[in-house]
């Protein structure tokens, strides 16, 4: 997520990082993913999204209505689990 927020895609789409499991978990992975042009929170309670992540991604307009719920999940699709996000 860092490198798409880093390139071209970066100047027109904010990327945030969401952790639902608390603060703790969004220092690591700050600090693991040496995050500086993704937003990094966290989120009280769970919203009904399970794991995302490497489990799949959230897409939201800029009104912050769902484009996608849940892209494919990277741990099993590898870089082709984004083409949903992707337009001709």
């Given at each position: 997520m860092e490198r798409w927020a880093r390139s071209e895609l970066g100047k027109s789409v904010r990327f945030m990082m969401v952790s639902m499991e608390?603060?703790?978990?969004?220092?690591?992975?700050?600090?693991?993913?040496k995050l500086t042009h993704v937003e990094n929170m966290v989120l009280e309670g769970n919203r009904g999204f399970g794991q995302l992540g490497c489990s799949g991604f959230v897409l939201l307009d800029k009104d912050w209505n769902f484009i996608i719920r849940r892209s494919d999940a990277f741990n099993r699709y590898g870089d082709r689990a984004f083409t949903s996000f992707e337009k001709d």
């Open positions: 608390g603060e703790g978990t969004a220092k690591r992975f700050n600090s693991m993913f």
